[in-house]
């Protein structure tokens, strides 16, 4: 499995980020556009802190397999390939009598600042956040750097770690993920396990 190296800057204003990604000499890869994602798990998986995810990003559809072994700089371990059919490969899971989990939308904007990979997301109920993504340590902090981040503030680990920053007095758990929501959508309600 190919190891991610990640970090996130949390509570960000896009415009603000756009502004120092240009500063920077960044050049935009894909502008700002609505990703939607069905996840799946099972017992094998749960042990692992694994799951399965279809995402179709508007200009492809990936299917991976991610899991963490820790929530680190480089915790994350995914493989991922493209597939040519989202609704074909939800129907191949559940043929396979693994069951969707949680229906889900974000929206992305990817960035490219040298050898690194910068996206701007946003997901329902937290502010928005950055990830930056590169082959090495040295070059996401010097990503971080050139952005004017101090790297003390960055973050690790999956989607969680932005939605328990945003939430810190609801008491979620490690174990708690986005994908025990059956659905994380733009528009609906608040859920219960986000509310203090």
């Not at 397999?65 to 493989?79: N, P, V």
Request: glycine share 6%; net charge negative.
């Amino acid at each position: 499995m190919k190891s991610e190296i990640e970090a996130k800057f949390l509570h960000v204003d896009p415009t603000d980020i756009r502004g120092r990604l240009e500063k920077a000499g960044a050049t935009c890869k894909q502008p700002m556009q609505v990703m939607r994602r069905v996840v799946f798990d099972n017992a094998a998986m749960n042990k692992k802190n694994g799951f399965v995810r279809i995402r179709d990003e508007g200009h492809r559809i990936t299917m991976t397999y991610k899991q963490y072994d820790e929530m680190s700089l480089t915790g994350a371990k995914e493989i991922e390939f493209s597939v040519s059919d989202y609704e074909a490969a939800i129907e191949f899971m559940d043929a396979i009598d693994i069951k969707a989990k949680s229906i889900q939308e974000a929206r992305r904007e990817i960035w490219l600042l040298g050898d690194a990979e910068v996206v701007i997301d946003e997901w329902p109920w937290i502010d928005p956040f950055i990830e930056i993504e590169a082959a090495s340590e040295e070059v996401v902090k010097a990503a971080a750097g050139q952005l004017g981040f101090d790297w003390s503030d960055a973050a690790f680990g999956d989607i969680m770690t932005a939605y328990r920053a945003e939430y810190p007095k609801t008491g979620l758990a490690p174990s708690d993920m986005v994908y025990n929501l059956p659905v994380v959508r733009f528009g609906d309600a608040r859920p219960d396990i986000l509310k203090a």
